[in-house]
Nanobody
Framework: VQLVESGGGLVRTGGSLRLSCAAS????????VGWYRQAPGKQRELVAA???????NYADSVKGRFTISRDNAKNTVYLKMNSLRDEDTADYYC????????????WGQGTQVTVSS
């Protein structure tokens, strides 16, 4: 299983980005797909996750600003990030598992997001 993230970059405070996670096999086979992030000097944390059934959960710090979605036809999971804050700066990782295991066994290589005013 391979997960490949894209869409990171430098964005101004208050701006938006959309991250993509493309899977090497059908997204529908995964029970859960999530986005985690790790800022310098901090532990990796869950940002958002979506299950095969479409159930989502979000970190409190991103509720109302980030949206996770999955496109089964494209084998891709997205993380739309709005109203970005400086504290959203981190490496963002896609994560998945075939079972309800969190974090899952499969990780992408990460994509960097830098938010700066």
């Amino acid at each position: 299983v391979q997960l490949v993230e894209s869409g990171g970059g430098l964005v101004r405070t208050g701006g938006s980005l959309r991250l993509s996670c493309a899977a090497s096999e059908t997204i529908f086979s995964f029970y859960v797909v999530g986005w985690y992030r790790q800022a310098p000097g901090k532990q990796r944390e869950l940002v958002a996750a979506v299950t095969r059934g479409g159930r989502t959960n979000y970190a409190d710090s991103v509720k109302g600003r980030f949206t996770i979605s999955r496109d089964n036809a494209k084998n891709t999971v997205y993380l739309k990030m709005n109203s970005l804050r400086d504290e959203d700066t981190a490496d963002y990782y896609c994560n998945a598992d075939l079972e309800d295991v969190r974090p899952g066994r499969y990780w992408g290589q990460g994509t960097q997001v830098t938010v700066s005013s």
